[in-house]
């Protein structure tokens, strides 16, 4: 079985006497596609920890790849592995079209996304999911309480009543998810604790850009930084700014660190003072950089810049949207046969 999201994430948080301390989580992402577009494959399968992307599969090579050396598969080799997920992408394919035949679409293109998973929090709950998305909106999922699917659309309520028949099948499926977060969870943190126990700090810019006659756009950026979590507060002339008047995303990068941005609209008057305050466990103490609106709405941020770090982070920062874009319509997550 498989489960899919979209921007939906699902956090997992463990301390369980455990060193790890912080938000954990374990998914596995799916998608399924009925033609070929934007040269993706037809099928792509990742398995990921903390954002962190521990292998990856997909229609095109059929070979299961590692993408941290510290990861161990429970297959005993690469082609076991490869045939398994294989087999899946097979049912998936199949599933896909039971869906469109279901809704009655027999052509165009068509997307599954399957997102399955759990999440640990610090208290010992575990917050299982598994769900799908057709065509970018949810279809069905599983109600962890009572163990059965639940449609979220009419034209998946046929097919919930017939996974709901198997009352085997829905049992195993919601034991294993239920019950391997834990050690999954403990076991992978384990693993790639030299990964997870380090402390990167972030390289910090404040900017301003003219948005018309009197407007601007202000953005605080930490960039780098590890772990995820990271404090970041603006203030105006002194005052906190409240939080609902930023808008504020934290982005993976590809050396497996983080980039969080902070950004708000103002339509100060010349002279007002803004603050980004920015607090990290990787930094001694909370790092203050002020911006003072100018009169002119063409000139620079007013914080110290390096212009060629400036550009590696506007690139880096391109780069992870579009990626963002393009894989959070195309992201998924697949079922237990993978735990």
Not at 163 to 190: A, D, G, R, Y
Not at 251 to 258: M, V
Request: glycine fraction near 6%; hydrophobic fraction near 35%.
């Amino acid at each position: 079985m498989s489960r899919y999201v979209l921007p939906e994430v699902l956090l997992l948080t463990l301390s369980v006497g455990f060193t790890f301390a912080g938000l954990h989580t374990h998914y596995f992402y799916v998608t399924v596609t009925s033609e070929r577009t934007h040269d993706l494959p037809l099928y792509t399968t990742t398995r990921t920890l903390d954002d962190i992307t521990l292998l990856r599969y997909d229609s095109d090579q059929e070979v299961v790849e590692r993408r941290v050396p510290w990861f161990q598969s429970p297959f005993s080799s690469l082609l076991d592995a490869s045939l398994s997920y294989l087999s899946i992408q097979n049912s998936d394919e199949n599933l896909l079209r039971l869906i469109s035949e279901a809704v009655g679409h027999t052509r165009g293109f068509h997307v599954l996304q399957i997102i399955e998973g759990c999440a640990l929090y610090d208290n010992g709950t575990v917050q299982a999911t598994l769900s799908y998305h057709y065509d970018g909106k949810p279809f069905m999922s599983m109600n962890m309480e009572a163990a059965h699917f639940t449609a979220e659309t009419p034209g998946a309520e046929e097919l919930a009543r017939s996974f709901n028949s198997n009352k085997t099948v829905l049992q195993n499926i919601h034991h294993v998810l239920v019950n391997t977060c834990l050690p999954h969870i403990t076991e992978l943190l384990e693993l790639g604790k030299c990964t997870f126990n380090r402390r990167e700090e972030p390289v910090i810019r404040v900017t301003q850009i003219p948005m018309d006659d009197v407007g601007l756009r202000l953005s605080c950026r930490a960039y780098g930084h590890y772990p995820k979590d990271i404090f970041m507060m603006w203030y105006k002339n002194g005052e906190e700014i409240p939080e609902e008047m930023m808008e504020r995303v934290t982005l993976p990068l590809p050396d497996i660190t983080y980039l969080t941005s902070s950004s708000l609209n103002v339509t100060s008057g010349a002279g007002d003072t803004y603050s980004c305050k920015v607090g990290h466990s990787s930094m001694r103490d909370n790092v203050t950089h002020q911006i003072r609106i100018s009169g002119d709405p063409e000139s620079p941020s007013s914080s110290p810049s390096n212009p060629s770090m400036g550009a590696v982070i506007a690139v880096c920062l391109a780069i992870v949207l579009a990626v963002v874009i393009i894989v959070c319509g195309l992201v998924s997550f697949s079922q237990s046969r993978r735990q």
